[in-house]
């Protein structure tokens, strides 16, 4: 999927892998990197990719529920939120290597079931992360 023009770009570097650090270029993001006992590691203090990818589509989920609630002329509440899980495992269908998958399941306060699915299902075609990881990584939706 190609972008017709780039109106950001976040730059990051990553040192030292798994077990290493990571920040942004404007020093906003610098943080310590470890990887969890289930993947092999020490379960150090430190944060991992899984985590963040979780915080980042979370974050990234609601703004694209602003924009469909603004389309729709629906204020999208302030306190929604969205549990991302992120798992991490074997590939099924490529032996030695990994993949992601994701749920994410959105708390909209003042909405009905049924109108919240359909905000949330458009937003899924809306949402950068949702376009990045479509035909890659399942993606379950639910709504609280």
Known sequence: MAIEKALYTARGTATGGRTGTAKSDDGRLNIQLSTPKALGGDDGAGTNPEQLFAAGYAACFIGALKAVGARHKKAIPADVSIN????????????GA???????????PGFDKSEAEALVAEAHEVCPYSNA??????????VA
């Open 98 to 108: 990994f993949g992601i998958a994701v749920a994410l399941t959105v708390s909209l």
């Open 84 to 95: 991302a899980e992120v798992s991490i495992g074997p590939h099924a269908g490529k032996p």
């Open 133 to 142: 990881t479509r035909g890659n990584v399942d993606v379950a939706l639910s």
